[in-house]
T-cell receptor, first 115, second 115 residues
Framework: DTEVTQTPKHLVMGMTNKKSLKCEQH?????MYWYKQKAKKPPELMFV???????INESVPSRFSPECPNSSLLNLHLHALQPEDSALYLC??????????????FGEGSRLTVL | DQQVKQNSPSLSVQEGRISILNCDYT??????FLWYKKYPAEGPTFLIS?????DKNEDGRFTVFLNKSAKHLSLHIVPSQPGDSAVYFC??????????????FGSGTQLTVLP
């Protein structure tokens, strides 16, 4: 199983809503990532979890709240978002030790639209 | 400050010919380099990688070359096939906090292989 599964694939929310994006992997990877990608731009790192602990937060606004309940799951809780937060949110996972460091396995992404 | 740059937003190549995609980086802390391929509405998928201690890595039709002194890498695809048409992202990896690796992407090159 080499898949990273993200749900939902599409999400439309108002600025006052609270919603969550979910990500799951069963490859035994101990690093999990959230990236944000706007149209015609590269993926931008938001958060990194290693061994279920938040290790990198790239100065992301607090309206985005990550959570790693266990080594297979990663959530991104969304609250009071702005229209400019509309983007493709990509989850990824990787080994922390291995022959190909930095090889991330990406999910298909969750397309978020904030009205 | 863009640490990984792909200066060609697009490239068109005839089927059967060689495609050469270029990438430059500025941060000397990067020690592993990867190429990802992305189709619309999908997450990036890993293509090929190279460690900073090597200057060439080959996998079938794909070869990545690294010139560490020039901080430049390139991806060669030969022969190019129409199915190779996609956006190609160069990425550079370095160790960050918590043993996780931080991956920085270039802006991508849209490759179109013409039949």
């Amino acid at each position: 199983d080499t898949e990273v599964t993200q749900t939902p694939k599409h999400l439309v929310m108002g600025m006052t809503n609270k919603k969550s994006l979910k990500c799951e992997q069963h490859m035994g990877h101990r690093a999990m990532y959230w990236y944000k990608q706007k149209a015609k731009k590269p993926p931008e790192l938001m958060f990194v979890y290693s061994y279920e602990k938040l290790s990198i937060n790239e100065s992301v606004p607090s309206r985005f709240s990550p959570e790693c309940p266990n080594s297979s799951l990663l959530n991104l809780h969304l609250h009071a978002l702005q229209p400019e937060d509309s983007a493709l949110y990509l989850c990824a996972s990787s080994q922390l030790i291995g022959p190909r460091p930095g090889e991330l396995f990406f999910g298909e992404g969750s397309r978020l639209t904030v009205l | 400050d863009q640490q990984v740059k792909q200066n060609s937003p697009s490239l068109s190549v005839q089927e059967g010919r060689i495609s050469i995609l270029n990438c430059d980086y500025t941060n000397s802390m990067f020690d592993y380099f990867l190429w990802y391929k992305k189709y619309p509405a999908e997450g990036p998928t890993f293509l090929i990688s190279i460690s900073s201690i090597k200057d060439k890595n080959e996998d079938g039709r794909f070869t990545v070359f690294l010139n560490k002194s020039a901080k430049h890498l390139s991806l060669h695809i030969v022969p190019s096939q129409p199915g190779d048409s996609a956006v190609y992202f160069c990425a550079a990896s370095r160790i960050s906090s918590g043993s996780a690796r931080q991956l920085t992407f270039g802006s991508g090159t849209q490759l179109t292989v013409l039949p």
